[in-house]
């Protein structure tokens, strides 16, 4: 049984200068790659039966099953544990004909056709990409993205098949590419192949062992995703209790969030943000995302006004913000009302993985592909969703985070359980920003979760804040006090409101107690009320 965790796909023109092939590999099989294909494009025949016989011998000596891409003559000549074809290569029922029983071979997909034809094939295992676009390689056909493994990877279902990821992926993309190509169903890849990671590396040894840290990581949930997890023992008394102790935490910890958002409501989130006890910086400059990713405690990237040099920045921040095991709320406004956002949000969900993604119904129906629900600019046409618990819970699914679909109701899901919430006042609909201010909200909340996830309460027990009580905390703080706003004599309409919306978020966070929460559910995966 090979085990194709780190696969490693050689290429001697990618050595530093100076650096022998054969040394590199020794030190990478050294450092932790578990399978080598090794790939000759432009070699004569002579010249890769030599590099071939002697990675081979390299190879057994640390048992790493050799692979050989595109030559069948060679692979049979050293003996190679398998073959790795293209869709222009040998076809797969003659390689099998001329290799001994047991041979590994293995196929390049870039699309469901080509992976259905794989399986009917009976390969062992499929190559989908390319995941990231790539210089170690020409591509004559379009980037998958990480997103789209995920949709190639549910085919794969009830079959023997194994999958490795390949296109790009480096030490800087690897846990966004683990944790984002993991399929609705729960199946993830059973590999990774690199190439220039290690073999442009002068220290090959350590290249491969920074990426193997990050598998054995990822697989034993200690990653970025570990306050992501699913759980189902919520009930609405527990989610208050929990909402109530990230509030305080908030207060008390004041966490740095960055914002990258809209233009028109930068002021009304960093005082919505400040009145939460947390502390905004509103940065959109390249150079400084990775000195504030250190230091923040979440991100907040609302797309609402998406110009050049912000939409740089949203890039790089979110990947910072993921290398740094930070919250990254999205919040994809107007996604639907034109295809320049729409190429930009998934670019951007490609880019990196959010923890929450908050958007209205028109919004989310948008980034899902749906035609149940219309939008028009900002906002969403017609009655909703038929059955908003189902949309919720399957896109928190697809896109491997916490949705939160704002309206009249709300509803915030981590793929597992729903909370339905119905709070809120007509006025805040009243207001510029109110959607903008509502991923500040949580935003702070999530950094609050992630510091709780990380520490003690007073009597030494372990306090568990999770991304999916960041988000239903941000959203009961907005909501509750809109409804306290509203009730004051003070408040005459918009123009009131607001200065008296910034009140109640601060003098809420100071009570550490939630006013009504009206209306709040939670459903399980087989839609039992908790």
């Known amino acids: 049984m090979i085990d194709y965790s780190l696969y490693l796909v050689t290429g001697r023109e990618l050595l530093p200068q100076g650096q022998d092939y054969f040394d590199s ?10 399978v080598v294909q090794i790939r000759e494009k432009n ?12 990675s081979k011998v390299i190879c057994d000596r640390y048992n790493v099953p050799l692979i050989v891409n595109d030559r069948v003559d060679i692979a049979l000549a050293v003996q190679a544990a398998g073959v790795h074809v293209g869709q222009s290569d040998m076809p797969v029922s ?11 071979i293995g196929v390049s997909c870039n699309n469901i056709q080509e992976l259905d034809k794989a399986v009917s094939d009976g390969v ?12 170690t390689k020409t591509l004559n056909k379009p980037v998958v993205g990480v997103r789209g493994v995920g949709e190639l990877l549910r085919k794969l279902d009830g079959t023997s098949v194994k999958a490795v990821g390949i ?5 800087k993309n690897l846990l966004r590419t683990l944790h984002g190509t993991v399929s609705t169903t729960n199946r993830a890849l059973d590999g990774v192949a690199v190439v220039s990671e290690i073999v442009a590396s002068t220290r090959p040894r350590e290249a491969a062992a920074k990426l193997c840290e990050v598998l054995s990581a990822f697989r034993s949930g200690d990653s970025i995703f570990k306050a992501m997890r699913t759980r189902s023992e919520y009930t609405a008394g527990s989610v208050i209790d929990g909402v109530v102790q990230i509030m305080s935490c908030v207060r008390d910890h004041n966490p740095l969030v960055h914002q990258i958002t809209n233009n028109v409501s930068i002021a009304q989130s960093a005082n919505a943000t400040i009145a939460l006890g947390a502390s905004p910086i509103m940065a959109t400059t390249v150079q400084e995302m990775e000195d504030i990713s250190r230091i923040n405690g979440a991100l907040l990237v609302n797309i609402g006004t998406l110009v050049p040099t912000a939409y740089e920045g949203m890039v790089v921040a979110g990947s910072c913000a993921n290398a740094q095991k930070k919250p990254v709320v999205f919040d994809p406004v107007g996604v639907g009302a034109s295809h320049f956002r729409q190429s930009s949000v998934n670019t951007l969900l490609d880019s990196w993985q959010a923890s929450v993604i908050k958007g209205n119904a028109g919004e989310l129906a948008a980034l899902a592909g749906s035609n149940e629900v219309q939008s028009k600019g900002v906002d969403t046409i017609g009655s909703g969703f ?14 491997r985070c916490v949705i939160v679909m704002s309206g009249e109701i709300d509803y915030i899901s981590d793929g597992a359980n729903v909370a339905v919430l119905s709070n809120g006042h007509q006025l805040l609909g009243q207001i510029t920003g109110s959607g903008c201010i509502a991923g ?21 027990k372990l306090v568990i804040g999770d991304i999916f009580l960041g988000a239903i905390g941000g959203i009961l703080a907005l909501t509750i006090s809109a409804e306290l706003a509203a009730l004051r004599e003070d408040v005459k309409g918009p123009g ?7 009140d109640e978020l601060f003098n809420a966070a100071r009570r550490k107690c939630v006013h009504t929460v009206r209306g709040l559910t939670q459903k399980c995966a087989d839609d039992k009320p908790a």
């Open 496 to 502: 009131t409101f607001f200065p008296a919306l910034i």
């Open 440 to 460: 500040s909200c949580i935003a702070s909340h999530c950094a609050g979760a992630m510091i709780l996830a990380q520490g003690e309460d007073k009597e030494g």
């Open 167 to 171: 296109g790009g992926i480096k030490l």
């Open 25 to 34: 590999l020794e030190q990478s099989l050294q450092g932790g790659v578990t």
């Open 124 to 135: 062992d295992y499929v190559g989908i990409g390319a995941v990231w676009s790539t210089t």
């Open 94 to 104: 003659i390689a099998r004909k001329l290799l001994p029983r047991g041979t590994v």
């Open 43 to 54: 070699t004569d025949t002579r010249e890769f039966l030599d590099v071939a016989l002697r």
């Open 386 to 399: 038929k059955d908003p618990v189902s949309f919720v819970r399957n896109l928190a699914r697809k896109e």
